[in-house]
């Protein structure tokens, strides 16, 4: 797994004059069988979420309002996705750094999860996150 199988997703948009549909079913929009969705709002300005990375959860992580950056990175590379848009998702697969700022105000980050909270499942230490990814190397 690296940086190169996070990718954007793009998802459907209904439109209409009375106001645009997006919709997310799993088994089509998701590469993974979603069993938690969390959400992120009232962030305040300047504030900056995640900085950790994440032994086995897959998540899909939306704008559904607003906008904020989502840096990710898997130790040799790094990459800034800008999510501005209500169809569009990032998905982020496991042993990936992830630190988002940069939120407009009244953002709101929806996070689709492949599994249930668990904070053994956390890196929330960046040399310990390092020291993962050399194990796996050998
Ligand atoms: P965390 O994942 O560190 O938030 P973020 O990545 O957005 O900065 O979680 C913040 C706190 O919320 C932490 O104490 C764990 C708790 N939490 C849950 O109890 N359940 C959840 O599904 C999530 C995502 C977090």
């Not at 209904?14 to 938690?36: Q, Y």
């Not at 950056?69 to 982020?92: A, P």
């Not at 689709?112 to 904070?119: F, G, H, K, P, R």
Request: proline share 3%; hydrophobic share 35%.
């Amino acid at each position: 797994m690296s940086l190169a199988d996070c990718r954007i997703i793009q998802l459907p948009k209904i439109v209409n004059s009375s106001g645009n549909l997006t919709f997310i079913e799993t088994a089509r929009h998701v590469p993974f069988e979603v069993k938690r969705v969390y959400y992120l709002y009232d962030v305040p300005g300047g504030a900056v979420r995640g900085g950790h990375a994440h032994r086995q959860l897959q998540q899909l992580i939306v704008a559904i309002s607003g906008s904020f950056d989502v840096l990710l990175g898997d130790g040799s590379q790094r990459q800034r996705f800008h999510l501005n848009r209500s169809y569009y998702g990032l998905y982020v697969c496991p042993m990936i750094w992830r630190e988002l700022d940069n939120f407009s105000s009244g953002a709101v980050c929806l996070v689709l999860a492949s599994e249930l909270y668990d904070e053994s499942d956390y890196y929330r230490d960046y040399t310990d996150f390092q020291n993962a990814l050399k194990g796996q190397q050998k």
